[in-house]
Nanobody, 123 residues
Framework: QVQLVESGGGLVQAGGSLRLSCAAS????????MGWFRQAPGKEREFVAT????????SYRDSVKGRFTISRDNAKNTVYLQMNSLKPEDTAVYYC????????????????WGQGTQVTVSS
């Protein structure tokens, strides 16, 4: 089992920045590929970014490329999502996810999930 706890969400004005953190405990964090997903009210959960277990491969949804950066610190068992130039359409609950084998964009393929952290971007 892997336990994931997100933090760092909040209310920010458009154009502002936030850094989300996801702290992992349980099994060996460095064995897991990690992902960030988000879900807005009335919408499906969607892929935001992923990072490989070693941290040498990342991927992003098109709408966040150039604005968001995913990173990880395996010594601290933590994955981050730096979000810059935030837009109102980025408003959602953000979730981190972990999986030993999968590192794609399909949320249902991830085994472990955090409880989420709310990000609200005002215009």
């Amino acid at each position: 089992q892997v336990q994931l706890v997100e933090s760092g969400g909040g209310l920010v004005q458009a154009g502002g920045s936030l850094r989300l953190s996801c702290a992992a405990s349980g099994r060996t964090f460095s064995n897991y590929n990690m992902g960030w997903f988000r879900q807005a009210p009335g919408k499906e959960r969607e892929f935001v970014a992923t990072i490989s277990w070693r941290g040498d491969s990342t991927s992003y949804r098109d709408s966040v490329k150039g604005r968001f950066t995913i990173s990880r610190d395996n010594a601290k068992n933590t994955v981050y999502l730096q979000m810059n130039s935030l837009k109102p359409e980025d408003t959602a609950v953000y979730y981190c996810a972990a999986d030993e084998l999968y590192r794609g964009s399909y949320f249902a393929s991830y085994d472990y999930w955090g409880q989420g952290t709310q990000v609200t971007v005002s215009s």
